[in-house]
């Protein structure tokens, strides 16, 4: 999580960005793994973390694969006044990876946090709560621009199927989020036994 985190920090790259917080994530997936045996919480936590993150990760890529001349944090000031639903679409994408409510990676982490805490390793969870708290500066970094200030230049091309992937898993990591608590029912069935 912290390595991750701490290579993510000084990325103006869109795509080193979420390929160092894609590493970032790996370190909160493995929360649960590490908790196998030890919590009954720890396959929901790890299966249910693992949806929301793909799906919540997708929507992220898909509005990198929507903007491909846009490489740069800087480049996508003023999104939202040229493509408002592709700005929002990237807010919730994002402000999900750090694990911000109603959406999906929010109850994931929570779980995830849960699982760590009745496995006995309180200090983990601790750290994650802190590294997710630390992750806020580069995401927040990269939406500022997206959703403030004029666009310096037009877009050439936006793509729109990378748009519509987009909208689809924004809009699904929140419903996700909104109803996990059923679905983590479901997780806790007869794998774990």
Do not use: H
């Not at 991750?4 to 793994?33: C, E, H, T, W």
Request: hydrophobic share 55%; aromatic share 10%.
């Amino acid at each position: 999580m912290t390595l991750g985190n701490l290579a993510a920090f000084f990325q103006r790259d869109v795509k080193r960005l979420l390929a160092y917080s894609a590493i970032s994530q790996v370190g909160y997936l493995l929360m649960p793994i590490a908790m196998a045996g030890r919590s009954s919480i720890a396959q929901q936590a790890l299966l249910f973390y693992l949806a929301g993150y793909a799906l919540t990760n997708l929507g992220a890529f898909a509005v990198v694969c929507a903007l491909p001349r846009a490489t740069d944090i800087e480049d996508y000031r003023g999104l939202v006044r040229r493509r408002p639903a592709l700005a929002v679409s990237l807010a919730v994408c994002l402000l999900g990876l750090v694990g911000t409510p109603p959406t999906a990676v929010f109850l994931g982490k929570l779980e995830a946090f849960s699982a760590a805490v009745d496995g006995g390793y309180a200090w983990l969870a601790v750290v994650a709560a802190v590294n997710t708290v630390a992750s806020r500066f580069y995401y927040l970094r990269w939406i500022a621009p997206a959703v403030s200030g004029r666009p310096q230049e037009p877009l050439s091309r936006v793509s729109n199927r990378p748009s519509t992937v987009a909208y689809a898993a924004a809009t699904a990591s929140v419903v996700l989020g909104v109803v996990g608590g059923p679905l983590l029912a479901v997780l806790d069935g007869p794998l774990a036994r």
